[in-house]
């Protein structure tokens, strides 16, 4: 019985420290070992920068070198210009933007080197493009237009005698009378488009492919007489009435059938000659 209680004495505090004592996994929850901070501002140090050595009282690579004026030259970048003595009396003017020369009163005189030139230290601003401004095409109706006799114009080529009326419509009925107006196009402003017959008939234009660029063609109306120039005379496909599009300018444009080529039109542009 003594024995045993003695043993009791002796194991009951191993059993205790044992219960009590935290476990190698919970002890790494306590931890509170970390890594150093790295510096947060880095070093400054010439030889860490740059990795050599400075060179105190000599040239180093990395030395700002402010260039140097010639003799007798100073730096007036305020104004845009590099002033350098030069002959008295005389003097550039920047201000006008010119390359004469004017008398300067009192003082030494200075020749002024515009900004963006050989010895300027200023760059010019450069210039922006400006956009192209749109013109819509013309048009103007022929309604309202018509003469007593119902022709609403006349057409005069003086370099092939040809002095016609026009009628409204391309159709065979005005070429019978003279040159029919594509009603799809503009009658007076812009680009109007006229037709007739090559040959065979009172009233035939077929003589315009002869044209030459500069030949003049006047319209008439009841608005007044344009003079225009030939600028494009040309043999195109009978399906081509590209040339018929509305135009910003003022031109006329003819057409009439290529003898003895049925596929075939003849072109004539002529653009107004203003004065």
């Not at 419509?169 to 005005?174: D, L």
């Not at 195109?236 to 135009?247: E, F, G, V």
């Amino acid at each position: 019985m003594k024995t045993w209680k003695t043993l009791s004495k002796a194991i009951l505090p191993i059993l205790a420290m044992l219960v009590l004592a935290p476990s190698a996994h919970a002890a790494a929850d306590y931890s509170f070992e970390t890594t150093a901070p790295q510096d947060y501002y880095k070093s400054t140090s010439y030889e860490d920068i740059y990795g050599s050595q400075y060179n105190y009282g000599g040239k180093n690579v990395v030395d700002y070198q402010i260039p140097e004026l010639e003799y007798g030259v100073q730096s007036t970048t305020m104004t845009g210009v590099m002033e350098r003595t030069t002959l008295p009396g005389l003097q550039q003017s920047v201000a006008t933007g010119g390359s004469g020369y004017s008398v300067a009163g009192g003082g030494p005189i200075t020749e002024l080197v515009e900004a963006g030139k050989p010895g300027s230290a200023v760059t010019p601003t450069p210039t922006i493009p400006t956009s192209p401004t749109y013109q819509p095409p013309s048009y103007t109706s022929a309604e309202g237009m018509a003469y007593k006799d119902g022709h609403i114009g006349t057409i005069k080529i003086p370099s092939l005698k040809i002095d016609m009326k026009l009628w409204e419509g391309e159709t065979n009925a005005s070429m019978r009378k003279g040159l029919g107006h594509y009603s799809s196009t503009s009658a007076w402003d812009g680009n109007v488009g006229a037709c007739g017959h090559n040959r065979g008939t009172k009233y035939a234009i077929g003589t315009i492919k002869n044209l030459k660029q500069g030949d003049t063609i006047t319209y008439t109306t009841m608005y007044g007489t344009r003079t225009y120039a030939v600028t494009l005379v040309k043999t195109i496909s009978n399906t081509d009435w590209s040339y018929l599009q509305a135009t910003s300018d003022n031109r006329l444009t003819l057409t009439t059938c290529l003898a003895d080529h049925p596929e075939s039109r003849v072109v004539v542009q002529a653009v107004e000659v203003r004065s």
